[in-house]
């Protein structure tokens, strides 16, 4: 049987959105509001509206082809939107790079891996950490000791994720040498290690056998509760989303077409007919 998570009750907000009750008097860490984008001409995504509250555990499911990967794109940069808003802990991101959103609060992980599968484990997450780092151009080339400071302090840091998972003993172990369960776990390591606000999380359990997905399951309950953090993910495992997911919105053709609680968006006529398509009459 499932593990079951405790997940918070969803309340109402001003805004109209709905959000934790924990989370209720404080500001959403993410507002999208009207958010779209055409490709010439074709509307991809159009007025998606969503709020999220600071701890929350959101999940973003749709048939293939909906729009979920495009909105990821569209709150990291990677595509800028053609109208709309996005506030990130009330601060708008337009005109942002994907590298200024990075540093302003979102990380994410992505559907296929990306991993420098060469380096060691433990230098795919201090490389995620270099704009943390507070030493000159100077110190690096010179190696002075404002460098190895930074590097130290670097490595603990790295370790210290590690840790949290279990994995401290495949630091020096290559990336490419990892089972697949670890390698998601590390990469989903390497984007804490930005320090985000925001955690995107892009198809984790894809490939992932019952037993990893169940770990899974624990690890994103486990990063809210030890970090104090959002989490948005996309996913088509719906036992994994039903469980730990407390909002929920629903994408279909590049709209919103229900957004809810698990036991809400269950229920949904339209969001049973999305999946399953319309029972034909007669």
């Not at 995620?128 to 110190?139: D, E, I, R, T």
């Not at 490419?176 to 925001?198: D, F, K, M, V």
Request: with cysteine; hydrophobic share 40%.
């Amino acid at each position: 049987m499932a593990k079951q998570f405790q997940r918070g009750k969803m309340v109402p907000v001003p805004s109209r959105a709905i959000v934790p009750e924990r989370d209720v008097d404080k500001s959403p860490i993410l507002e999208c509001r009207y958010l779209g984008i055409e490709f010439g001409g074709l509307k991809a995504v159009s007025d998606f509206n969503l709020t999220i509250g600071r701890t929350e555990i959101a999940g973003l499911i749709g048939p293939n082809g909906a729009g979920k990967t495009t909105v990821f794109n569209l709150l990291t940069k990677v595509y800028q939107p053609t109208h709309g808003t996005i506030l990130l802990d009330g601060r708008d991101t337009h005109g942002m790079t994907t590298a200024q959103v990075n540093r302003a609060g979102i990380a994410r992980t992505f559907q296929n891996i990306r991993l420098f599968s060469n380096m060691s484990v433990l230098e795919n997450i201090t490389v995620a950490m270099n704009s943390q780092m507070k030493y000159s151009m100077l110190s690096g080339i010179f190696r002075l000791p404002s460098f190895w400071k930074e590097e130290r302090v670097a490595k603990e840091r790295a370790l210290e994720l590690l840790s949290i998972f279990d994995m401290q003993h495949l630091a020096d172990h290559k990336a490419g040498s990892l089972p697949y369960g670890a390698q998601r776990r590390l990469e989903i390591i390497r984007a804490l290690a930005t320090n985000p606000s925001l955690l995107l999380l892009d198809e984790p359990a894809a490939g992932m056998n019952p037993s990893e997905t169940a770990e899974l399951m624990e690890n994103i309950v486990k990063i809210r509760d030890t970090f104090q953090i959002a989490v948005m993910l996309i996913e088509h495992d719906m036992n994994l989303v039903m469980n730990i997911c407390e909002g929920i919105c629903v994408l279909n053709f590049g709209q919103v077409i229900a957004k809810g609680t698990p036991e809400e968006i269950q229920s949904n006529p339209t969001v049973i007919e999305a999946y399953l398509g319309k029972k034909k009459e007669g």
